[in-house]
């Protein structure tokens, strides 16, 4: 059974990196790609990218300038990094187990526990 | 994106009632949709994925239906403890996108 911990700096001030890391516990960290979604009162569950163990990457067009997502395959980590944050990025982050590396695509069926990053000046 | 549609954006029910949900995608996803409940202030929880396919340890009060565009979620005999929001979302080609959500409350 799969278990996602993140964790990752909650106030930022205007033009800060926001930086979140997810820990992967259980499961075979290999097979799927994991995202990035994150939930503001303004724009409901927006999905913000995944990765794979190979490092292979997707982003949501939306924020395509200013995501990096990375992977640490000796921790089974994945970090998200969001530069030039404004208060319209302040909302609840979360880590997900997203489709496999087979070709099957899945929805989210976990998730970590949420980390709310605000920012204010 | 495929924008998806979800209505309504909040409904109020009285414990035992049937309560329906759709969501409209903006173009054909066959029955790649599920949909989530997100009790306050808890991490969203997978019910259904598949259109239609109930996950292991969800009541069977919920279920899921449709194809194509029109999706619809229903809550048999609505309880107390379902008291959340719901959402749905596609995932049949990135980037995935969710719907707006629907409040449910108890009348």
């Known amino acids: 059974q799969v278990q996602l911990q993140q964790w990752g700096a909650g106030l930022l001030k205007p033009s800060e990196i926001l930086s979140l890391t997810c820990a992967v516990h259980g499961g075979s960290f290999s097979d799927y790609y994991w995202s990035w979604i994150r939930q503001s009162p303004g724009k409901g569950l927006e999905w913000i990218g995944e990765i794979n163990d190979t490092g292979s990457t997707k982003y949501n067009p939306s924020l395509k300038s200013r995501v990096t997502i990375s992977i640490d395959t000796s921790k089974n980590q994945f970090s998200l990094k969001l530069s030039s944050v404004t208060a319209a990025d302040t909302a609840v982050y979360f880590c997900?187990?997203?489709?496999?590396?087979?070709?099957?695509?899945?929805?989210?069926?976990?998730w970590g526990q949420g980390a709310l990053v605000t920012v204010s000046s | 994106d495929i924008p998806l549609t979800q209505s309504p954006s909040s409904l109020s029910a009285s414990v035992g009632d049937r309560v329906t949900i759709t969501c409209r995608a903006g173009q054909d996803i066959t029955n790649y949709l599920a949909w989530y409940q997100q009790r306050p202030g808890k991490v969203p929880k997978l019910l259904i994925s598949a259109a239609s396919t109930l996950q292991s340890g969800v009541p069977s009060r919920f279920s899921g239906s449709g194809s194509g565009t029109d999706f619809t979620f229903t809550i048999s005999s609505l309880q107390p403890e379902d008291i959340a929001t719901y959402y749905c979302?596609?995932?049949?080609?990135?980037?995935?996108?969710f719907g707006q959500g629907t409040k449910v409350e108890i009348k």
């Open positions: 979302q596609r995932y049949d080609t990135a980037p995935w996108t």
């Open positions: 997900a187990k997203g489709r496999t590396i087979f070709g099957v695509v899945t929805p989210f069926d976990t």
